[in-house]
């Protein structure tokens, strides 16, 4: 399973959605510090809140194979920049918890996940386990196996190891070498 790191703002359901996924009766905890458990790493929403910490989730997400922002879907405003993923070098995923809320603006919050760059995003409800399981399958999905040399190459034309190769593209093979 992938190891997973949460951030956003306190009180955007990241202790809870750690306890959702290892199937947990969800309790109010506040998270103090960063805290590792099993494969998911949850920090406290101060480190998102305030540019001080915010060194802090650049340096926890090289622990994680997977980074999620996580947003309520009433959250009164975004405290993640456009392009967000430049600085993570990780797959980015987006967490919308709260769906239930009755003030629920989930076009918005989404929007926002778009904007910093979420290539997938899961909608989420903690107490029901709403879209839990979908969470569950895709941090079970194997992260791609590559050589040196196939990430070598996928650097050469700017890319991640898990971004898969553009349409035509193919891996140079034992007599066709990288320069």
């Known amino acids: 399973m992938k190891k997973l790191f949460l951030m956003g703002r306190s009180e955007a359901g990241k202790t809870s959605l750690t306890q959702a996924l290892k199937g947990e009766e969800l309790h109010y905890t506040k998270t103090q ?6 494969n998911t790493i949850d920090s406290p929403g101060e480190y998102a809140e305030s540019k001080r910490f915010s060194v802090g989730l650049a340096c926890f997400s090289f622990e994680a194979d997977v980074v999620a922002i996580v947003q309520a879907a009433d959250e009164p405003f975004n405290l993640f920049s456009a392009s967000l993923r430049s600085f993570i070098l990780r797959p980015l995923i987006g967490v919308i918890t709260k769906i239930d809320s009755p003030y629920a603006n989930i076009p918005m919050v989404r929007q926002w996940m778009i904007n910093a760059g979420c290539e997938r995003i899961f909608m989420i409800d903690n107490k029901t386990r709403q879209g839990v399981d979908e969470l569950l399958e895709y941090l079970e999905e194997d992260l791609p196996k590559l050589t040196m040399e196939q990430a070598k190459f996928k650097q050469e034309l700017g890319l991640n190891a898990w971004d898969p ?10 007599d066709r070498q990288l320069s």
Do not use: F, Q, W
């Not at 510090?33 to 099993?38: K, L, N, P, Q, V």
């Not at 190769?165 to 034992?174: D, F, K, N, Q, S």
């Open 165 to 174: 190769l553009p349409e035509g593209v193919t891996y140079p093979t034992a």
């Open 33 to 38: 510090y960063t805290t590792t458990e099993d």
